[in-house]
């Protein structure tokens, strides 16, 4: 059952990956993405698609910004609900919270609609941008992502790469390990990441269990508040991580990040 009122602006979020982090959620109180990860926070999407639309408009964003000034934070993120690139007015927001706060202003995105013109201009914008990509072949992304219907990595691969193009902030890839990675789709994904020099790579596993059902709170730091249903997921190991970092540096000279695991 759904017990907190939404709100645009959240937080602040203490996050390993970028430091003091102000929420904008740009969705709403619906969870909606194009994806439904098995390891979500939000719990099982309640709107699966990847039609993009006006969810919360952005002077309604802006009033719940003004909220939390003197913005003591180190940088704003748009995540949410759900996919933010859905939010067609991505760009508005993007640019009314840099102007706004004078502070970085970051999207994280599963890079489900980079083939899409307008949402690389758009997400252009943005000072930083980290991309989810948590598979090298289409049976690991459909087992993982479980994204909608016709949605496959080579898509999102070519899409990302015509964004890196022309982007000119500071780029993340985000990959999320469920289980240790074979050796071929580690040299698969170091091949990508080869052609498209991200500025940095982060690392991560599971560390929090999912929650059956969507839950305003798991846009931010949950742990203390869990007080609903949740299913446990397994984490791989530090050591894991550390391999792939040490693997991955040996090859591209980009810093890897992956969070301290507490067993
Ligand atoms: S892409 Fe993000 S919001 Fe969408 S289902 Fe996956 S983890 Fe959840």
């Not at 982090?21 to 194009?34: A, F, H, K, Q």
């Not at 698609?49 to 408009?57: E, H, L, S, Y």
């Not at 790469?161 to 170091?190: C, E, H, V």
Request: glycine share 6%.
């Amino acid at each position: 059952m759904q017990t907190t009122q939404f709100a645009s602006v959240y937080g602040p979020v203490k996050s390993w990956r970028f430091g003091r982090s102000l929420g904008i959620d740009p969705i709403g109180s619906v969870s909606t993405c194009s994806f439904n990860c098995v390891y979500c926070q939000l719990g099982e999407i309640e709107q699966q698609n990847a039609t993009r639309k006006i969810f919360v408009p952005t002077e309604r964003i802006r009033q719940d910004l003004l909220g939390f000034q003197p913005w003591d934070i180190d940088v704003i993120t748009l995540s949410g609900s759900g996919e933010p690139t859905l939010a067609q007015n991505l760009g508005e927001i993007i640019t009314m919270a840099q102007i706004l706060t004078g502070k970085s202003v970051g999207v994280l995105t599963n890079g489900s609609l980079l083939g899409d013109s307008s949402v690389r201009a758009e997400l252009a914008i943005a000072d930083f941008v980290a991309v989810k990509i948590d598979a090298v072949c289409d049976q690991q992304f459909q087992g993982i992502n479980r994204p909608v219907q016709n949605l496959t990595l080579d898509k999102i691969w070519s899409g990302l790469k015509q964004f890196r193009q022309r982007y000119r902030g500071q780029l993340a890839i985000q990959t999320m390990l469920l289980s240790p990675w074979r050796d071929q789709d580690q040299i698969n994904y170091i091949t990508h990441l080869q052609e498209l020099c991200p500025q940095e790579i982060q690392l991560n596993t599971p560390t929090r269990p999912k929650p059956l059902e969507h839950q305003l709170d798991a846009r931010g730091n949950h742990e203390l508040l869990q007080s609903y249903p949740v299913r446990s997921l397994k984490p791989v190991s530090e050591e894991v991580l550390k391999q792939f970092r040490d693997r991955i540096q040996a090859v591209l000279d980009v810093p890897v990040r992956y969070p301290a695991l507490i067993h």
